[in-house]
């Protein structure tokens, strides 16, 4: 099972899934990833939507 949403090729750090969110919605990458980092300061649930995401979205092409 894949969503329709690509990592990132251009805007990754780790693995390019805040970039490629970022570019599907058409937001600035840095401002999902400081949105990314308060939601992951929730112990486990932000690591783990992040390990999810990354299983689930496409590779760039």
Do not use: C, D
């Amino acid at each position: 099972m894949h969503i329709p949403i690509k990592r990132s090729k251009n805007n990754r750090i780790i693995a390019g899934v805040v970039g490629g969110i970022a570019e599907h919605y058409g937001w600035n990458a840095a401002i999902a990833r400081v949105l990314w980092v308060i939601i992951a300061l929730t112990p486990l649930p932000g690591i783990i939507a992040y390990l999810v995401l990354w299983m689930l979205m496409e590779n760039p092409e």
